[in-house]
């Protein structure tokens, strides 16, 4: 982005925290651990950057008669109509039914009105699109979609870039993925200041994971697609494409149905590459509660929780970033954030994890290979 457009950006500049817990939890000399800590956005999730960019360019296109329109699970409709908020335009986010009242009561609280349409994301989008049409000056926000949603996430990367110690680059990044979205950002945030040779690692849990199969059958994977999962070819970015059926993960803020073909792409397409990682919605549960409660005090959703895996279990992060004898790696995970968490939920998540701490190891797969990682440590 050029300079005057980040001048006169709505997003916030968030904090990156040195974690001396998480660092020192993984060996001190081994690896710096860094936090972007997005939760701390005015709709506590990184999709305000990309939404409030998508929404900032509208607004200039129509002027004051643009209506935002906007189909969500949950995050990308609270950022939309923050954003309509601030400048003071109507917004309709349309929802799937059953939505939390806690969300609903945010929404309402922005000024925003709530529409609940389908079951699931794709026929509550399906919902959205015919409003459009019979709305004069009416744009439909993306959720994840969208070159211009990545354009502003991208702007994360440039913060951290500066945030750094001067001279130091991370040896990786890490960060959750469900449609794209923020991936797609931090692809081409590493692009813009020159670090594309820099190590991603895209993290989701195994009930949700349209991305992870997308790739694995773009790379020649000869393995059985799973149940629940079929494939389709874009012929546009000429990549296939996993069309996962029915969402079994509780981590919803990742339940895409499919995965941005323009982010399937360019991950495959980068020169440091992107390490597609799932891991069971147990473990997320777990470390959503260390985060909040033992370590650095935020509720974070399931979906976020998965980015920060890697940090709590050293015998993964060693196989996704092997440490080097004399050197200490630095790593970035980006706390994505959400607004789908609380107390009680952590209370919930507890008891799961209890019982489920009583059944053997926990099972990751990272590009295509099974660990087993210990559920105690």
């Given at each position: 982005m050029s300079r005057e457009q980040l001048e006169h950006h709505l997003w916030s500049?968030?904090?990156?925290l040195?974690?001396?817990?998480?660092?020192?939890?993984?060996?001190p000399e081994e690896y710096a651990v860094y936090l972007k800590?997005?939760?701390?956005?005015?709709?506590?999730?990184f999709k305000y950057r990309g939404i409030s960019?998508?929404?900032q360019r509208a607004l200039a296109i129509h002027g004051p008669a643009l209506r935002i329109v906007c189909a969500s699970g949950g995050n990308a409709g609270l950022a939309a109509a923050c954003t309509a908020q601030a400048f003071g335009i109507p917004c309709t986010i349309f929802l799937p039914h059953g939505v939390d009242a806690q969300t609903l009561?945010?929404?309402h609280n922005v000024g925003a009105s709530v529409v609940e349409a389908g079951q699931f994301y794709l026929e509550t989008l399906r919902a959205a699109e015919a409003a459009v049409q019979t709305q004069p000056d009416a744009v439909l926000v993306p959720s994840y979609d969208h070159p211009t949603l990545w354009?502003?996430?991208?702007?994360?990367?440039e913060?951290?870039?500066?945030?750094l110690p001067r001279g130091v680059k991370p040896a990786a990044m890490f960060c959750s993925v469900g449609g794209g979205g923020l991936l797609g950002g931090v692809i081409r945030g590493c692009s813009d200041v020159g670090w594309d040779d820099v190590p991603v690692v895209a993290l989701e849990t195994h009930g949700s994971a349209c991305f992870y199969h997308s790739v694995e059958a773009n790379r020649g994977c000869t393995g059985t697609t799973p149940a629940g999962v079929a494939l389709r070819t874009d012929d546009t970015c000429g990549v296939r494409i996993a069309h996962v059926t029915e969402i079994k993960s509780k981590a919803t803020s990742l339940g895409a149905s499919e995965p941005s073909a323009g982010v399937v792409r360019a991950a495959l397409n980068r020169s440091g590459g992107v390490k597609c990682v799932t891991v069971p919605d147990e473990m997320t549960m777990q470390l959503a509660g260390a985060f909040a409660a033992d370590d650095h005090k935020f509720l974070v959703e399931l979906a976020c929780s998965a980015t920060l895996v890697p940090a709590y279990k050293r015998e993964l992060l060693a196989r996704l970033v092997p440490p080097s004898v004399g050197e200490r790696k630095t790593l970035v995970f980006v706390v994505c954030g959400g607004f789908k968490i609380s107390q009680q939920d952590l209370v919930e998540y507890s008891q799961i994890v209890r019982e489920d701490q009583k059944r053997g190891k926990w099972g990751v797969v990272v590009d295509g290979e099974l660990l087993h990682i210990d559920k105690l440590n």
């Open positions: 500049k968030t904090p990156l040195f974690s001396s817990y998480l660092s020192t939890r993984l060996g800590l997005e939760n701390l956005q005015p709709s506590y999730s960019l998508f929404i009561a945010f929404l354009e502003g996430h991208a702007s994360m990367i913060e951290i870039q500066t945030q």
